[in-house]
T-cell receptor, first 111, second 113 residues
Framework: KQEVTQIPAALSVPEGENLVLNCSFTDSAIYNLQWFRQDPGKGLTSLLLIQSSQREQTSGRLNASLDKSSGRSTLYIAASQPGDSATYLCAGSRGDYKLSFGAGTTVTVRA | DAGITQSPRYKITETGRQVTLMCHQTWSHSYMFWYRQDLGHGLRLIYYSAAADITDKGEVPDGYVVSRSKTENFPLTLESATRSQTSVYFC????????????FGPGTRLTVL
């Protein structure tokens, strides 16, 4: 069973600072790794999906890396804005369409 | 409206009552999923379905029943609600292509008294 851990559980930064969110997983036979954003009272929105054959994905200010050998993924958010305040979850898949989620990191960006 | 919807958005019930949470998607996605989200646990898979009339258990299926008679609907039933089933429930869907992500509904907040 894939165990996914996200540390820290919460993070507060001033506007403009770069954000680094960490995700670790136990099974190196990961098929893909996804990062989601969740706003309070809302569902999850996919941010980035990294296939096992890839090392990173980028979308605008967001960049996610995947290191299967160390069992880690990192989400970087450049030049954070108050609108980036949300909970960020990572999820791993073994290719059977089932996702194993971390508990998430709640980010607050202070104006 | 296109997308994935859940109803009701909020539900309060009592221990022992049967409750059904509805999920509807307009994309004709093959796969549908039910998760529960509890503080400190992230999302845990309850049941999933690969197609109409095909369902399978996830990580925490006890106390829940699902059905999928039509591709677009995937209701989740709590046969006899317990307080431990107080949670936020999310439905999700995805197409068959393995490179695609899951698309989540807005969630149903269920409180069992």
């Amino acid at each position: 069973k894939q165990e996914v851990t996200q540390i820290p559980a919460a993070l507060s930064v001033p506007e403009g600072e770069n954000l680094v969110l960490n995700c670790s997983f136990t099974d190196s036979a990961i098929y893909n790794l996804q990062w989601f954003r969740q706003d309070p009272g809302k569902g999850l929105t996919s941010l980035l999906l990294i296939q096992s054959s890839q090392r990173e994905q980028t979308s605008g200010r967001l960049n996610a890396s995947l290191d299967k050998s160390s069992g880690r993924s990192t989400l970087y958010i450049a030049a954070s804005q108050p609108g980036d305040s949300a909970t960020y979850l990572c999820a791993g898949s073994r290719g059977d369409y089932k996702l194993s989620f971390g508990a998430g990191t709640t980010v607050t960006v202070r104006a | 409206d296109a997308g994935i919807t859940q109803s009701p958005r909020y539900k309060i019930t009592e221990t022992g009552r049967q409750v059904t949470l509805m999920c509807h998607q307009t994309w004709s996605h093959s796969y549908m999923f039910w998760y529960r989200q509890d503080l400190g646990h992230g999302l845990r898979l309850i049941y999933y379905s690969a197609a109409a009339d095909i369902t399978d258990k996830g990580e925490v299926p006890d106390g829940y029943v699902v059905s999928r008679s039509k591709t677009e609907n995937f209701p989740l039933t709590l046969e006899s609600a317990t307080r431990s089933q107080t949670s936020v429930y999310f439905c999700a869907s995805r197409p068959l292509a393995s490179t695609d992500t899951q698309y989540f509904g807005p969630g149903t907040r269920l409180t069992v008294l």
